[in-house]
């Protein structure tokens, strides 16, 4: 029988994405396949939906169905888990890939492009040590003629770790593995120094340790994330190129409470012998389980409705930024991709003036049909009131960004929901709700085109 190609993520799958993993996969297997237009589609059995989406549009004889499922993970988690198999992946399963998808280049971001999510790859290596890592970047802006000399170094741990760059093009007479450690310490001590008053990444080796100094300190406790990237893909670099001797954080910032055992870097710190300066590092089990199939999040409605309308109707997404997955770009009527503020005035914000948080919604729909804009807040249903309360807080961005890009448009709020066994919805705020049961059921003042994207779902599988 014909495997099935698994594809388990946090994240909403997107259409280009999934072209590059099937690629990746028919290229490394060495299958042939055609594709045509690519449909994600909710598989529902009597109404409801079963939590399982099933692409079409890519033909190969050695693969029975594309199937994909949300789930998430513990600390570190990587973007998608990759399954070739007949059944439904369990934990003991073993992935073929791991992919970490950013949309970030360092033309962007130096640390948000490579560092930020390194520590990843550190800590999957300790789950699943045989299945191939690859870091995707499904770039919406162009990138970066010349890479910068942090992009450089961050990749060439990426590449000594065994980890493949999919996405960018690579200068391979640059892109290339660490030989030994002075290699990595000699670049890293060549790079250009941090602004005076930070505290750079430098390595310092005598014959007993290495020092690298690295603040790891910020917002109250050990949550620096790019740093915790850069220091755990550093030192797990120095240990495969053969340091088995002590390896020391200093300039850290941190104290000893700020150092819990549930910390990923923590973890990362006990299954490679990592100290800190001047403090005890405790003792940390990592997770049992690397990830489980969602049954609880929010993002389980918004994917749902985003999803829906994508694939049954003509309007589409200009913003997404479902709980727990990447922010996406805001797209203008031009097809421009732009990022959004974080805040309305940063140097009020770095003050104390918290009002000068840009509140965004979920996800941000739009219907050429009836001219609307639609603002969804996504919540799980026992929240609800939270999230009709948050619809009040969206008047900097429409005013700022929407009617700047769409000004004869009109503006909808509305909040899509998941979770609970109710089957129907008595908040006209409510447009949406995916009860735990799959049933999918509509609110009282439901936008347009969540009615036309749920009808002609409903249709297709009666007729199929």
């Known amino acids: 029988m014909k495997k099935n190609l698994w594809i388990l993520t946090e994240e909403r799958p997107k259409k280009e994405v999934l072209v590059t993993i099937f690629q990746?996969?028919?290229?490394?297997?060495?299958?042939?396949?055609?594709?045509?237009?690519?449909?994600?589609?909710?598989?529902?059995?009597?109404?409801?939906?079963?939590?399982?989406?099933?692409?079409?549009?890519?033909?190969?004889?050695?693969?029975?169905?594309?199937?994909?499922?949300?789930?998430?993970?513990?600390?570190?988690?990587?973007?998608?888990?990759?399954?070739?198999?007949?059944?439904?992946?369990?934990?003991?399963?073993?992935?073929?890939?791991?992919?970490?998808?950013t949309k970030t280049d360092d033309k962007e971001s130096r640390n948000t492009g490579v560092y930020q999510r390194c520590s990843k790859f550190v800590f999957v290596e300790y789950f699943y040590p045989n299945a191939k890592k690859i870091m995707l970047y499904n770039l919406k802006v162009e990138q970066k003629e010349i890479p910068t000399e942090t992009y450089i170094f961050g990749t060439r741990l990426l590449l000594t770790l065994g980890v493949e760059v999919l996405g960018k093009k690579l200068d391979?007479?640059?892109?290339v593995p660490f030989k030994n450690i002075d290699e990595v310490i000699d670049i890293k001590a060549k790079m250009r120094k941090a602004p005076k008053g930070n505290t750079g990444i430098l390595l310092t080796k005598s014959k007993t340790q290495i020092n690298i100094s690295g603040r790891l300190f910020k917002s109250g406790g050990l949550s620096h994330d790019p740093n915790i990237g850069a220091l755990s893909i550093i030192c797990a670099v120095l240990r495969k190129l053969g340091w088995t001797k002590k390896l020391e954080i200093i300039q850290h910032g941190l104290l000893q409470n700020h150092v819990g055992e549930t910390n990923k870097f923590i973890q990362i710190a006990n299954k490679l012998d990592i100290s800190?300066?001047?403090?005890?590092?405790?003792?940390?089990?990592?997770?049992?389980?690397?990830?489980?199939?969602?049954?609880?999040?929010?993002?389980?409605?918004?994917?749902?409705?985003?999803?829906?309308?994508?694939?049954?109707?003509?309007?589409?997404?200009?913003?997404?930024?479902?709980?727990?997955?990447?922010?996406?770009?805001?797209?203008?009527?031009?097809?421009?991709?732009?990022?959004?503020?974080?805040?309305?005035?940063?140097?009020?914000?770095?003050?104390?003036?918290?009002?000068?948080?840009?509140?965004i919604p979920d996800l941000i729909l739009i219907d050429f049909g009836q001219n609307e804009i639609i603002n969804i807040e996504g919540k799980k249903y026992k929240f609800r009131k939270d999230g009709i309360s948050e619809l009040n807080n969206y008047d900097f961005i429409e005013q700022n960004y929407i009617l700047k890009y769409y000004a004869d448009f009109q503006i909808v709020r509305t909040v899509v929901l998941y979770g609970s066994q109710e089957n129907e919805i008595i908040e006209i705020e409510i447009g949406f709700l995916l009860n735990e049961n799959g049933e999918l059921i509509l609110g009282i003042k439901a936008p347009n085109l969540f009615q036309t994207a749920i009808k002609n779902l409903l249709d297709f599988w009666n007729e199929n």
């Open 24 to 101: 990746k996969f028919a290229k490394d297997y060495g299958f042939g396949y055609f594709g045509d237009t690519l449909r994600i589609l909710p598989i529902l059995e009597n109404g409801k939906f079963t939590f399982t989406y099933k692409v079409t549009g890519i033909t190969c004889n050695k693969v029975n169905e594309i199937y994909i499922k949300t789930i998430s993970g513990n600390s570190s988690f990587a973007d998608f888990l990759i399954f070739y198999q007949e059944f439904m992946p369990l934990q003991n399963d073993t992935p073929i890939y791991i992919i970490e998808e």
């Open 172 to 175: 391979e007479n640059i892109f």
């Open 276 to 359: 800190l300066q001047g403090l005890t590092v405790p003792k940390a089990e990592l997770p049992v389980n690397y990830w489980k199939y969602d049954t609880e999040g929010e993002k389980l409605g918004t994917i749902f409705i985003h999803l829906v309308v994508e694939n049954f109707t003509k309007g589409y997404s200009i913003f997404e930024n479902h709980a727990g997955s990447e922010k996406g770009y805001f797209i203008t009527k031009e097809g421009e991709a732009i990022p959004l503020a974080k805040y309305k005035d940063k140097d009020l914000y770095k003050s104390g003036d918290k009002s000068q948080i840009i509140h």
